[in-house]
Structure formats: structure tokens, C-alpha cells
């Protein structure tokens, strides 16, 4: 059984530029929800989706915004790269109903230059 | 609003020593609380979880932790440390949507380091 699956595992841009990571939930999974991990910080929620709808939303700009697909994978894009996006993004599934864990993927580590 | 908090950044003990990373919480209503594991450059590991019930919960790896809500605490213990427990540990509380519904966010804290030493 799969668990979450992101990529890429790491990747470098520069300020200004555009940005998607992806991911796939764990099998039997509808939900995906998105956080940042700042270094030396613990993780920050940026939004959660459920039925390709954005259904919460942290304290993050618009330069963040997300897809959910049909087979329940999710993007994540941020636009205007800044040198502040610097951080490990963390892909988390669950099932809608269920109030128990998340499980989260290893993470795509972006360095914006 | 819901948080958590811990206050030790960096906790160091001796292998096969009891340990202790210390997560106090504030929230309304009934807590849900949880502790993650996050050894270097990976993803977070549930490690278990506070939802109702006894105050002592076991997990994984041998980890448990012992709610206490006079004290508003969530701290997470092991018996006899491994080296092999060398991690980043996080403390998280569910927080409900605000539309409702029981989908929700997590909300950390800024994690504990713990070292065990040989």
C-alpha cells in the first residue's frame, strides 16, 4: 500500500519565478492538505482540499494556490517566488470523515535563489 | 485560539534513561492531540494520538504519552531511550474548520529536538 508520494524531492529557483509540487494521497485517501515547514519551525498550514474545492485556508497570500484532481492528487503553485518560500512543503492525506491522524509525504524541499 | 506549545527546544538524555519532551496546550472545548517524529530531511511519522478515553497512550517505537487536563499537558515519554530516538519531535492539536464539518488543520508546535546519547 503506497503511502503519500510527492515530487520533486528537491528543487531550485529564483525569485521571481513559478513554482508546482505535487502529490498523490495514500490509497483510500480524499483529502490533501498542504503545509510549509520553515527551517527550525514546525509545520504551517496552508490549505486543505476535498472534492477538487478548497475547503480551509491559512494564513498564506494569493501567490499560493492549489488543485485537487478527480483521483484525489493535489498540486501545489506559488507564483513570484520569494526568498521567504525557502522550505520543506509537506503533502498530508486523510479521510474527510475521519478526526484521527494525518499522514504526510517526505516532503519537496524548494530553495528559492 | 488553538496552539500548542513546547518548551524545551533541545532535549539531551542517556541511552537506556527514561525521557520526557514536554507539550502544554491551550484550546476550547475537548482536545485532540497528537506527536509526530521527524528524523532529518524526511517527512513527519504519527507516533499517537489523544482523542478520549485513558490518559496514557501508547504509540509507536514504544512511545506513550500521558494527558493531563488540570495541567493542560501532553507530554510524550519512553521508558528506556535508543539512540535510534534521535529525532525532531512535534506536538500538534486538531483544529476544527470553521465552516464545520470534521474536516480540520493540525497546528504545531515548534518541535523539540531530542538527542540520545551512547
Known amino acids: 500500500d503506497a503511502g503519500v508520494t510527492q515530487s520533486p524531492t528537491h528543487l531550485i529557483k529564483t525569485r521571481g519565478q513559478q513554482v508546482t509540487l505535487r502529490c498523490s494521497p495514500k490509497?483510500?485517501?480524499?483529502?490533501v492538505s498542504w503545509y510549509q515547514q520553515a527551517l527550525g519551525q514546525g509545520p504551517q498550514f496552508i490549505f486543505q482540499y476535498y472534492e477538487e474545492e478548497e475547503r480551509q485556508r491559512g494564513n498564506f497570500p494569493d501567490r499560493f494556490s492549489g488543485h485537487q484532481f478527480p483521483n484525489y492528487s493535489s498540486e501545489l503553485n506559488v507564483n513570484a517566488l520569494l526568498l521567504g518560500d525557502s522550505a520543506l512543503y509537506l503533502c498530508?492525506?486523510?479521510?474527510?470523515?475521519?478526526?484521527?491522524?494525518?499522514?504526510f509525504g517526505e516532503g519537496s524541499r524548494l530553495t528559492v535563489l | 485560539a488553538q496552539s500548542v506549545a513546547q518548551p524545551e527546544d533541545q532535549v539531551n538524555v542517556a541511552e537506556g534513561n527514561p525521557l520526557t519532551v514536554k507539550c502544554t496546550y491551550s484550546?476550547?472545548?475537548?482536545?485532540?492531540l497528537f506527536w509526530y517524529v521527524q528524523y532529518p530531511n524526511r517527512g513527519l511519522q504519527f507516533l499517537l494520538k489523544y482523542i478520549t478515553g485513558d490518559n496514557l497512550v501508547k504509540g509507536s517505537y514504544g512511545f506513550e504519552a500521558e494527558f493531563n487536563k488540570s495541567q493542560t499537558s501532553f507530554h510524550l515519554k519512553k521508558p528506556s531511550a535508543l539512540v535510534s530516538d534521535s529525532a525532531l519531535y512535534f506536538c500538534?492539536?486538531?483544529?476544527?474548520?470553521?465552516?464545520?464539518?470534521?474536516?480540520?488543520?493540525?497546528?504545531f508546535g515548534k518541535g523539540t529536538l531530542l538527542t540520545v546519547n551512547p
Open positions: 498530508a492525506s486523510s479521510l474527510y470523515t475521519f478526526t484521527g491522524e494525518l499522514f
Open positions: 490509497s483510500g485517501h480524499d483529502t
Open positions: 484550546v476550547s472545548g475537548n482536545p485532540y
Open positions: 500538534a492539536v486538531r483544529v476544527p474548520s470553521g465552516s464545520g464539518g470534521s474536516n480540520y488543520k493540525l497546528t
